[in-house]
């Protein structure tokens, strides 16, 4: 069979497509409070399950599901935030400290769930898997479609409020300058929370997503988080469009690897990835070296 | 306007500032001055609660406003530019002004501050969408004190705004403070590590060592033998 470069590239663009609302989200709370949010992953992971208890075990119609799906997400996000990160902060905890609780919230949430809901796979079952269709060689079925047009159009809205609502300045002025914001007479602490409701709701979606194409299991929220880390930090981290092309990048290179390789190497190649972008460009594609931070 | 009175304050466990008083009138513009180190940017933090006071009073028109959240200083028309890093780099200029103005509701209201701003600074009018950090060192002063201006202060706390300028821009600079000053009718507090322009250029200077005021006077203290000596002999 020769190079399927069609397929690849859509499978890319499937998988980018998730990877990038998660590392998007990831971003802008690492941006605004400067650790690594690592249970950020166990927020998609919740969501995915938030939405299969909700639409298939207790048949709500979809789009209250979703709603509903999202709302949990960011509380989840808030709550995190207000329980865990913010009396360590206050504290002023080192951000070896900050990774570790991170690492201790992914490790638990993605427990509790199975706990509750067991380690076989779920499946979500909104629609009957239909047959795909042929686009320039590849194959793509609708639910595809819909999840990549779903997440370009975030994706662009949350690039848009970043850039044109004042809100999307306040959080910026704060991640690029937390002291001077506060003398100005924003509140960091409330936006610092702002940025886990809206980055959470994100990664609600993203789990939302992942929920309709792929199986959902327990320990998928650590996978996809490396994925969205390795993006963010790709393409730049406090860079939106940076974060998105970094993501497409990353599975990109984990589709097209998984050709080549076993697909058990499929981690790897993004390590592979990752390491070369810390190594050789540590500020992502989209960082800029005069924006000198401390 | 301003009165510190009997200030002790500092970092924590460390006391920085020993019974420090200050005071600013109307209109007026006075000048912090002394060695690196001596305490005189912690006097400006204390007054916008950054610092851990101990001991003390700071009064703005005649309300204690010691330990003030932020907000209740801006409102009560305090504004601060710090030393250092004193604006969103990467936020265009537009938007760091808009930071300043950002209490300001109505929009006929904020375009006319805007565009008496840009009278003060028509430099900052002709590069709105650059960011902050492609600005040069003076542009960045510039834009710093147009956006603590844009929340129209009745008192101004500035922490060596001439840092890093020329000293033809410093004299800009002071010739500017003085014409805001009278334009705007905002007392200004300033600390200035040019002991020479501080003193001829404000109303009056403060002198601080140790985290103690050691001197104050007028125009008339460029005669002191110890700020001959020491400020202006060429050791400081
Ligand atoms: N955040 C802080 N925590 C602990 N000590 C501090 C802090 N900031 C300043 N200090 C100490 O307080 C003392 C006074 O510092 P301050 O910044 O007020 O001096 P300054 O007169 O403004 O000096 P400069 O001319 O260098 O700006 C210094 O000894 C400094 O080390
Ligand atoms: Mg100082």
């Given amino acids: ?294 | 306007m301003l009165t510190i009175q009997n200030l002790s304050a500092g970092y924590g466990e460390l006391e920085i500032l020993h019974n420090v008083n200050v005071k600013v009138n109307d209109d007026e513009i006075v000048a912090l001055i002394g060695p690196n180190g001596a305490g005189k940017s912690t006097i400006l933090k204390s007054i916008f609660a950054l610092t851990t006071i101990t001991h003390g009073t700071i009064t703005f028109n005649a309300e204690e406003i010691t330990q003030c959240k932020t907000h209740q200083l801006l409102e009560r028309g305090i504004s601060y530019v710090p030393q250092g890093r004193i604006n969103f780099g990467d936020l265009t200029i537009s938007e760091n002004l808009a930071i300043g103005g950002k209490d300001i509701v109505e929009k006929q209201e904020y375009s006319e501050r805007l565009a008496h701003i840009f009278t003060l600074f028509p430099v900052l009018k002709t590069k709105l969408s650059h960011t902050a950090f492609s600005l040069s060192g003076g542009e960045q002063q510039m834009l710093a004190l147009a956006r603590a201006l844009m929340q129209k202060p009745k008192l101004l706390l500035l922490d060596e705004p001439t840092l890093g300028l020329s000293p033809k821009l410093q004299k800009e600079l002071f010739t500017l403070l003085q014409h805001i000053r009278n334009l705007e009718h905002v007392s200004i507090l300033i600390v200035e590590q040019n002991a020479k322009k501080a003193i001829e250029s404000a109303d009056r200077t403060y002198l601080l060592e140790n985290g103690s005021i050691i001197m104050e006077g007028g125009k008339e203290i460029i005669e002191n033998p110890k700020i001959q000596q020491v400020y202006l002999g060429g050791s400081y």
Wanted: hydrophobic content about 55%; charged content about 10%.
């Fill in chain 1, 1 to 294: 069979m020769s190079f399927p470069i069609a397929q690849l590239l859509a499978n890319s663009l499937i998988i980018g497509s998730i990877y990038a609302l998660v590392a998007v989200g990831f971003s802008l709370i690492y941006s605004t409070n400067r650790f690594v949010h690592l249970a950020h992953g166990a927020t998609v992971v919740a969501a995915g399950y938030a939405l299969y208890s909700t639409f298939t075990l207790l048949h709500l119609p979809f789009i209250l599901a979703c709603i509903l799906t999202i709302a949990l997400s960011s509380v989840i996000g808030f709550l995190m935030f207000k329980a865990i990160y913010e009396p360590l902060q206050k504290r002023k905890s080192s951000t070896v400290i900050m990774l570790i609780a991170s690492i201790g919230l992914l490790t638990l949430i993605e427990n509790l769930i199975l706990l509750f809901f067991g380690a076989d796979v779920k499946t979500i079952g909104l629609l009957e898997v239909r047959q795909g269709i042929n686009i320039a060689g590849a194959i793509i079925t609708p639910l595809q479609i819909v999840l990549v047009l779903t997440s370009l159009t975030l994706l662009t809205v949350f690039y848009l409020f970043m850039k044109k609502t004042t809100l999307g300045r306040n959080l910026r002025a704060v991640a690029d300058h937390k002291e001077l914001a506060s003398i100005m007479g924003l509140n960091p602490t409330r936006l610092m929370a702002i940025s886990f409701i809206i980055g959470s709701a994100l990664a609600g979606i993203a789990g939302i997503l992942i929920a309709l194409e792929q199986n959902l299991d327990p320990s998928m929220g650590t996978d996809l988080m490396i994925k969205g880390f390795s993006g963010a930090i790709v393409g730049g981290i406090y860079s939106v469009p940076g974060s998105i092309l970094g993501s497409y990048l990353v599975g990109t290179a984990e589709n097209v690897g998984t050709w080549f390789l076993p697909s058990g190497y499929k981690n790897a190649i993004t390590f592979t990835l990752l390491f070369l972008f810390l190594l050789l460009r540590p500020k992502g594609i989209f960082g800029v070296d005069k924006g000198v931070r401390e």
